[in-house]
């Protein structure tokens, strides 16, 4: 069981609600997430009981790039 499936059966059984509904929670939250940080609209994204993400600056364009290399896109 992987640290992830961990806590969405904790949260599941806290909380009286099904696995695969706290599974779609989860997932949801984190795809916002990783879309703000894509993005780059945001200094942070604080997500309670599992910290706080940032980029550093000028990390999300190198991050950019190595995506465009990597499916071989131009911008």
């Known amino acids: 069981m992987t640290e992830a499936d961990k806590i969405i059966h904790l949260l599941a059984t806290k909380h009286g609600l099904p ?6 929670i989860i997932k949801s939250q984190f795809k ?17 009981k599992f910290g706080i993400f940032r980029v550093k600056p ?3 364009k190198h991050i950019n790039n190595a995506k465009r290399k990597s499916t071989g896109t131009k911008s």
């Open 19 to 24: 696995l695969k509904e706290v599974k779609k």
């Open 58 to 60: 000028g990390r999300l």
């Open 32 to 48: 916002c997430v990783s879309q703000t940080m894509a993005e780059g609209k945001f200094e942070s994204v604080r997500l309670p």
